[in-house]
């Protein structure tokens, strides 16, 4: 017939890459070719299907994301018929529309992985430990080869091969024989157009493969050809729902909303200023308060179009523990919460690499064996946690064990072998924190051995860096014998804040509104000065530091009596204190620019605003201001103690 053979071509598009797996030389899924090929496998996609190499690597990828999460889970439930179907239906989505695309080593690798799947499926194959490493680095190697589409040097041809014999062995060996009948069931990708086709793009190719691959196949086949046309438009009318966005144009729409929003405030203070604050034509206030209302309203949902959840990155860290725990020859359990916490696209990419170091540091030498565990009356089976939550203004990731915990003795000992600290400091002086920051110094590691997985603190002072690079900031909290836990503090976006503008002589800095308690005048009765202390002011019954916000950044200007200021009561980094400043303008979103001087950041800034006047404000970080106030900083007199926990206040 003649829509036969199309789907003859598409077919034979399949197999046609897989000769080495039908090789005998491969009686079982461990051996292994005497000489591997390391010459890098090199393809591209047919001619005149190049337009749709951008959506067809977005949904591959979207596939290969969804399928490494069913396999994981799979890893604590491997009966779970729907998890093996989902991974099931993406390799077989990726070898359709490749197929198409004529995409060879992509549909051979997703070929020969759709066989031990299917086979998985049928009850033919159990899927034990070894067979989902294999399904995994199938996942690793089919984000390789979509790797070479996009310029990255591509995987050696030795090993594509020798993991497309591996998988056909395992499908074959569970099942006795070759599975050349399977091969032709699941032929529903010969629904997929040939690239001459006209008027067929990526798109419907992905629709229709995926309403084949539904998980019933020999039902698709038998449905008219009325009804497999509408259920494929059905499926197309969904996914035209979402649409795919080039990240460097919303990163340009977010630029120029931003813009907007200071075009705004100028326009609204130049007509407050030539109309006064009450006065001018109530229609001109009425739109220029309509117009404020929407470019609000606009400017919040250019943001959220950055905003991504934590799924996928925690996703990543579960299979990387699962493999480092594997290579350690550890039983590490790995707990999540907080998935759906979003941040800022940029700031989740930023913080990937950060994450993937203190993970390998926490599997490798924080959590012990099982026999030094079970010496310790602990469970041989360890944990990792990875938590994420909201807390002041911030969004906090956490990563924790229940591991060996960092031994401040022996911290400090390396450190005074490497001259960081000199011998006349009394060690019991210094703070758990000051201790522990100590393996953030560049090359300080206490680890007995190097492996190749990590070594504890070598790379942290990267870490570190990056961290701060965000305006974030890293704590470490640990007890001998039960663990450790990282704290990564973060913004919620890199492009906006909300702030409180105030004022200090002429001066104009922006105070982060999550971090504002309260502001008041103080009376003369509530103040006190405490020697070492400094001034104190009683607020609700709790006595709180008093930090001048001229003298802390050294400015020749501003208000001396206390009395004639205004305090801000701040919250930063679990303590509460006082800022004093001349007078508080007003609260408004504004758009942070940013400030660095010879590649350094500021310190006590963390960027810069342009208000509606032109004129150009500094975004405080309110917990470096707070350090710099106890390290008495110019004209703020001696060093000053911290400020009152949250707790006892």
């Known amino acids: 017939t003649p829509g036969a053979e199309p789907a003859t071509r598409a ?76 991974v099931f239906r993406a390799f077989h989505t990726i070898k359709g529309v490749s197929g198409f695309m ?68 395992a499908a074959r060996g569970a099942a006795g024989a070759p599975e050349a009948p399977k091969a032709e069931r699941v032929a529903p990708v010969a629904a997929v157009p040939e690239a001459g086709d006209a008027g067929v793009g990526a798109g419907t190719a992905l629709a229709s493969t995926a309403a084949a691959s539904s998980g ?43 813009e907007l929003v200071i075009a705004q405030q100028m326009v609204v203070q130049d007509m407050t200023r030539l109309m006064g604050p009450g006065g001018g ?37 579960t299979r990387l523990v699962r493999d480092v725990s594997q290579k350690a020859g550890k039983q590490i359990e790995v707990f999540t919460e907080g998935e759906d916490v979003e941040l800022d696209r940029n700031v989740v990419e930023a913080i990937t690499d950060p994450l993937v170091h203190m993970i390998r540091n926490s599997c490798d030498h924080g959590v012990e064996g099982a026999d030094e565990r079970r010496a310790a009356g602990k469970p041989p089976v360890g944990r990792v946690s990875l938590r994420a939550y909201h807390a002041g203004g911030s969004i906090v990731i956490e990563i924790g064990d229940d591991g060996r915990g960092l031994r401040r003795e022996k911290l400090l000992a390396k450190a005074r072998s490497k001259g960081l600290i000199a011998a006349d400091v009394n060690d019991a002086s210094m703070p758990d924190s000051e201790v522990f920051s100590l393996i953030f110094l560049p090359g300080f590691s206490t680890a007995e051995k190097v492996t190749d997985i990590s070594g504890r603190g070598v790379g942290m002072d990267v870490v570190r860096r990056n961290i701060e690079a965000l305006r974030g900031k890293i704590e470490i909290r640990s007890t001998p014998g039960e663990g450790t ?17 105030v004022r200090v002589g002429s001066q104009r800095y922006v105070l982060p509104t999550l971090s504002i308690q ?23 019954g709790t006595m709180l530091p008093i ?44 758009v942070i620019k940013t400030l660095t001087q010879t590649g350094q950041q500021l310190r006590g800034v963390s960027g810069g605003a342009i208000l509606g006047d032109g004129r150009v404000a500094l975004i405080l970080d309110v917990a470096q201001v707070a350090g710099l106030a106890r390290e008495g900083p110019s004209g703020a007199g001696e060093p000053r103690e911290q400020g009152v926990p949250v707790e006892a206040a």
């Open 216 to 258: 019933a196949a020999p039902e698709a086949e038998a449905r008219p050809a009325g009804e497999a046309e509408s259920a494929g438009a059905t499926k197309l009318r969904k996914s035209d729902q979402t649409v795919k966005v080039n990240t460097s144009r919303m990163d340009s729409l977010v630029t120029m909303v931003g």
């Open 281 to 317: 034509n109530p229609r001109v206030q009425r739109t220029l308060g309509h117009m404020s209302k929407m470019i609000r309203d606009l400017q919040e949902v250019s943001m959220s179009l950055r905003m991504v959840n934590l799924k996928s990155t925690f996703q990543r860290m």
């Open 485 to 501: 836990t990282f704290l990564l503090r973060l913004p919620l976006t890199m492009a906006i804040i909300d702030g409180m503008v």
């Open 11 to 86: 077919s034979d598009a399949a197999p046609a890459p897989t000769p080495p797996a039908a090789t005998p030389a491969a009686p079982s899924p461990a051996a292994e070719p005497a000489v591997i090929d390391a010459t890098p496998l090199v393809f591209s996609a047919q001619a005149g299907t190049e337009e749709n190499l951008p959506d067809f690597l977005c949904e591959a990828k979207e596939h290969l994301t969804n399928s490494e999460e069913a396999l994981l889970a799979l890893d604590q439930d491997r009966e779970n018929k729907e998890l093996i179907n989902t």
């Open 547 to 590: 930090y001048r916000l001229n003298r802390v950044l050294g400015l020749g200007e501003g208000k001396d009596i206390l009395e004639d200021a205004l305090l801000i009561v701040m919250e930063a980094d679990d303590l509460r204190f006082c800022l004093m400043v001349d007078e508080i303008l007003g609260q408004q979103q504004v």
């Open 102 to 169: 004529a995409l060879k080593p992509i549909v051979a690798l997703a070929h020969s992985a759709e066989q031990l799947l299917d086979g998985a499926r049928s009850g033919t194959v159990l899927l034990h430990r070894p067979e989902l490493d294999l399904i995994l680095a199938s996942c690793d190697m089919m984000a390789r080869l979509l790797g070479v589409l996009e310029g990255a040097s591509g995987p050696a041809r030795g090993d594509f091969e020798m993991l497309v014999q591996r998988l056909d062995a």
């Open 518 to 540: 309260q502001s008041f005048r103080p009376k003369g009765s509530d103040l006190k000065t405490a020697v070492g202390v400094g001034e104190m002011v009683r607020v609700r």
